[in-house]
T-cell receptor
Framework: GAGVSQSPRYKVAKRGQDVALRCDPISGHVSLFWYQQALGQGPEFLTYFQNEAQLDKSGLPSDRFFAERPEGSVSTLKIQRTQQEDSAVYLC????????????FGSGTRLTVV | DAKTTQPTSMDCAEGRAANLPCNHSTISGNEYVYWYRQIHSQGPQYIIHGLKNNETNEMASLIITEDRKSSTLILPHATLRDTAVYYCIVSGVQTGANNLFFGTGTRLTVIP
């Protein structure tokens, strides 16, 4: 597609429920990133993939957060046993592989945990 | 990666140039300056980046001081659609160093 696509656009989860957020990057982009954005704050890095390899997961806030990109294209961010503090916009970005090309972000998934 | 300092908010009259400053006094020699913006309810949008020289593209110009400790993003003729949060980011291109630190940015409001 022409851009990075994320689904669902909005997700409401009950506390304790597991959720899965999907990211379709731009075709051919080898690098994929997940960011978390709390209300009124800038995006914060969660994890980074180069093709199917997860090279950096230092930003994942707890072991309830898990990301995968098994075939090097679509990625899924899974949050287990959601908590209220997980409420945020989850942004996915992709790039050609080197940062100087800039990242293309999707519109994000707004997760609300009630 | 070096951190940046930006004003919290700025106003600009429609049709005038918007000049957004950024301080990055701890920038190192291999670190680029990136600018992104985020319009309400959208993901961040890449604007421009530079290393040492001034850069210009269809969206904006980036002026980097000779000592590289600060830079200015210039939107030459601001429109209402330029109202957004603008993030100045300094980051290296080392292998594995792919995290962009956004901070809180500058909220630019373009006034009719």
């Amino acid at each position: 597609g022409a851009g990075v696509s994320q689904s669902p656009r909005y997700k409401v989860a009950k506390r304790g429920q597991d959720v899965a957020l999907r990211c379709d990057p731009i075709s051919g982009h080898v690098s994929l990133f997940w960011y978390q954005q709390a209300l009124g704050q800038g995006p914060e890095f969660l994890t980074y993939f180069q093709n199917e390899a997860q090279l950096d997961k230092s930003g994942l806030p707890s072991d309830r957060f898990f990301a995968e990109r098994p075939e090097g294209s679509v990625s899924t961010l899974k949050i287990q046993r959601t908590q209220q503090e997980d409420s945020a916009v989850y942004l996915c970005a992709s790039s050609m592989g080197q940062r100087r090309y800039g990242y293309t972000f999707g519109s994000g998934t707004r997760l609300t945990v009630v | 990666d070096a951190k940046t300092t930006q004003p919290t908010s700025m106003d600009c009259a429609e049709g005038r140039a918007a000049n957004l400053p950024c301080n990055h006094s701890t920038i190192s020699g291999n670190e680029y300056v990136y600018w992104y913006r985020q319009i309400h309810s959208q993901g961040p949008q890449y604007i421009i980046h530079g290393l040492k020289n001034n850069e210009t593209n269809e969206m904006a110009s980036l002026i980097i001081t000779e000592d590289r400790k600060s830079s200015t993003l210039i939107l030459p003729h601001a429109t209402l659609r330029d109202t957004a949060v603008y993030y100045c980011i300094v980051s290296g291109v080392q292998t594995g160093a792919n995290n962009l630190f956004f901070g809180t940015g500058t909220r630019l409001t373009v006034i009719p």
